[in-house]
C-alpha cells in the first residue's frame, strides 16, 4: 500500500510577511545607557595613580596584599576590587620614651615614664628618641599595629635593661654614647623578630638627670668631680712642664759627666805617655834630662811667685826698694792659663 501527497500549487498558498523591526529606543533609555557607560568609564580610570618619588605604594586585591609599585604611574582595579595604600617608607619617625619634651616644657611630665634605675640601686630620670623609617612596607602595613608604640616599648625596654647594668656616675657622664648603640642593635634584633618592618636609623638619649629629690647631692658630686678633674689636669700639667725640663738637665749633666771624664781620661793618657818618654830618655842620659826637667819646672813657678833678686857681693843693700814694694797696692794675679 503506497502513501502519495499532493502539495497545493504555490500560487495558492497564503503570503507570509517578514517580522516587524523593534520600534526605536526612546530618548530615556538613550540617557540611561549613555549614563552607565560613562560610569564604567569613570570607574575604569579611577584605577590610574601615581606614585611620587619619595614614595612607596602597596596594592591589595580584597585586602590581600598583591604587589609593590615604585615611583611613577600605575594601574589597578578599581574600588572594591583593590586598593592602593601609599607610603613614604624613607621618612624617619620618631617615637619618644620618657615624656614627650612639649609635656615637659609645660609641665605635664609623668615621673614614673622618665625613672629608670642603674646598676648601683639608683633613680635616674632619661628622655630618648628614636628615629626609624620603614624598611619593608608589607610588613610595616600588615603584620604590626600601632607601630610608633611597639618601637617605643622595645626602645624603652632596652634602654632599661642598658641603665641598669651600669652605675649611675657612667650613665650621667661618659656612657651615654655607648648605652645610645647598644640600645639601637638590640632593639633592631627584637624588631625584626617581630616583624614589624622598620629600621631604627638613631637612638638619641636628650637627657638624663637625677630626680629633683637628690638633685642638689648629685650637683655637689659632680662639682666634687669636676674639682677633682681640674685638680689632676694642674698636675698633669704642672709634670708635663717640670718633667720634660729636669729631663734636660739630667741628659745636660750626664753629657757634661761624660765629656769630663773623657778630657781626664785623655789627660791621664796623655801623662802617662809623657812620663814613659821622658823615663826612656832619663834612662839615656840621667843628668841632661833632669837639668831640663829642672829647667822646664822653674819656667812654669817663677812666673808666679813675686821675686826679689839680692847680689851676695854688695855690701850695702837698699830696703827702700823693698818697702815701696810692699806699701804699693797689691794687684790681685791672674790665674795663669794651663799649659
Sequence with gaps: MSLSLELPPPESLPEVLPPAPPPPPGPRYLRWRNAAGGLLLLWLLSG???VATDQQAAVTRFGRFQRLETPGIHYHWPYPIERVVKLKAEQLQAA????????????RTDPLRAQFLTGDQNIINVRAVAQYNVKSPKEYLFQA???????GAVVESELGREI???????VLTTEK???QEAVQQRAQRLLDAYNVGVAIYRVNIERTAPPDEAREA???????????????SQAEGYANDVVPRARGEAQQLLESAQAYRQRKINESQGDAARFTALA?????????????LYLEAMEQVLPRIKK????????NIDMTIIRRENQAPKETPKPASPR
Design 48 to 50: 590610574l595613580f601615581l
Design 96 to 107: 619618644t620614651v620618657g615624656g614627650e619634651a612639649a609635656d615637659g616644657a609645660l609641665g
Design 145 to 151: 599595629r600601632e607601630v610608633a608604640q611597639a618601637v
Design 164 to 170: 641598669a647594668r651600669r652605675p649611675v656616675d657612667d
Design 177 to 179: 654614647v655607648a648605652i
Design 218 to 232: 648629685f650637683a655637689d658630686v659632680a662639682g666634687a668631680r669636676a674639682d677633682a678633674a681640674r685638680i689632676v
Design 280 to 292: 826612656e830618655e832619663y834612662s839615656k842620659a840621667a843628668a841632661v834630662t833632669s837639668h831640663r
Design 308 to 315: 826679689t833678686i839680692i847680689d851676695r857681693q854688695g855690701a
